[in-house]
């Protein structure tokens, strides 16, 4: 009898071990799975346009939680993410009051200042180098979907090349002037800006050849280039109260933009993002361009 007591406890032992052993597995296994759930849960701070609607394209627009000025698209982010403004005016404080877990910037526009107090958050920051052309686009796109794990990479980058790939040749050449207004003296765009590589995708030709980047807006610069069309961002064309107005500066009525009264509008998130919608804007200015006869 004492022996099968001794026997019957062992046993009741060994459960209670077996037991316990279960439920510490089945805890570690829980915490490992919370572990990977709260890993996968971004909070992202997105300070370039183009980056944002790569993370929205991506499909992890849900977990952008802030934007710089230039985030427009998609415009569902204007209820779902704090806009912080241009970048050359956000603070630190700011950026950390949204607890971020992922900050995505680009170098343009942002003081290396900001940047370095960023990264010394500990807040995990990439920061990267635009090409601006087709090919850049898409490295940037896949650059994005690594950081966020994403599948879909192959299927936005073919978005681009389609679109791309809807461009007609127009029936003849036409130089096209951007003039960026709204802030500030009016500028033109030289060679090497993202709106000058859209205009050659588009199958046109920039009115100034003589520099790069963006200068300030000369009425000799305008006779020199002589444009058959200015194009100017929505907003920018707002902001001098329509085509007349863009009439009315100095050295336009001399060019044949101006005598044809040739002007076109176009989104700026659009027109300068060289995101996934680079095709599309490139086909919508084709398009525009092609109506000019």
Known sequence: MKHLIKTVTVALVLLATVSCKKEQKQTEENTVANDTVAKTEQRIISLNGALTEMVSALGHQDEIVGVDVTSTYPEQLKESAQNLGHTSKISIESIMALQPTLVLATREGISPELIEKIELSGITTYVFEREFSPYGAKKTVAEVADILDSKNVKEVQDKIDADLAKIVPLEKAQKVLFIYAGHGPLMVSGKNTPVDKVITLAGGTNAIEGFDDYK??????????????????????????????????????????????????????????????????????????????
């Open 216 to 293: 300030p807006l000369t009425p000799e610069a305008l006779v020199k280039g002589n444009p058959d069309v200015i194009l100017m961002f929505n907003s920018g064309l707002a902001s001098l109260s329509g085509i007349d107005g863009v009439l009315k500066i100095q050295g336009i009525a001399e060019t044949n933009a101006g005598k044809n009264k040739n002007v076109i509008a176009m989104d700026g998130g659009l027109l300068a993002g060289f995101g996934p919608r680079l095709g599309e804007a490139a086909l919508e200015l084709n398009s525009k361009l092609s109506e000019n006869k």
